[in-house]
């Protein structure tokens, strides 16, 4: 069994800092890439970042400049730094992985429970 627990959200003013970070655990033989999603209220869920296991990383427009995406892969773990935050980005923030349980020669798209982001203006 495979688990994705986030922590790190919040409530920030503007212009503040958030770091996010998302741990897998379980059966896992190998995580290919990791990444974040938002969805604010009423909105659909958007890609804010990704990173492959080799660490190619890619990122929405909205938040290109601000947002830093990183792995540690010795701890199956993905952090989103966020800098500059603007009220725009408040949503609830996921965590998300393509992974490869032991046991399985498929990989499975995992999704953490969410984190809430809210920047006060």
């Known amino acids: 069994q495979v688990r994705l627990a986030e922590s790190g959200g919040g409530l920030v003013q503007a212009g503040g800092s958030l770091r996010l970070s998302c741990a897998a655990s379980?059966?896992?033989?190998?995580?290919?890439?990791m990444g974040w999603y938002r969805q604010a209220p009423g909105e659909q869920r958007e890609l804010v970042a990704v990173?492959?296991?080799?660490?190619?990383?890619n990122y929405a427009d909205a938040v290109k400049g601000r947002f830093t995406i990183s792995r540690d892969n010795a701890k199956n773990t993905v952090y989103l730094q966020m800098n500059s935050l603007k009220p725009e980005d408040t949503a609830v923030y996921y965590c998300?992985?393509?992974?490869?349980?032991?046991?399985?020669?498929?990989?499975?798209?995992?999704w953490g429970q969410g984190t809430q982001v809210t920047v006060s203006s």
């Open positions: 379980g059966s896992i033989f190998s995580i290919n890439a």
């Open positions: 990173v492959i296991r080799g660490g190619k990383t």
């Open positions: 998300n992985a393509d992974i490869r349980p032991i046991g399985s020669s498929v990989n499975f798209n995992y």
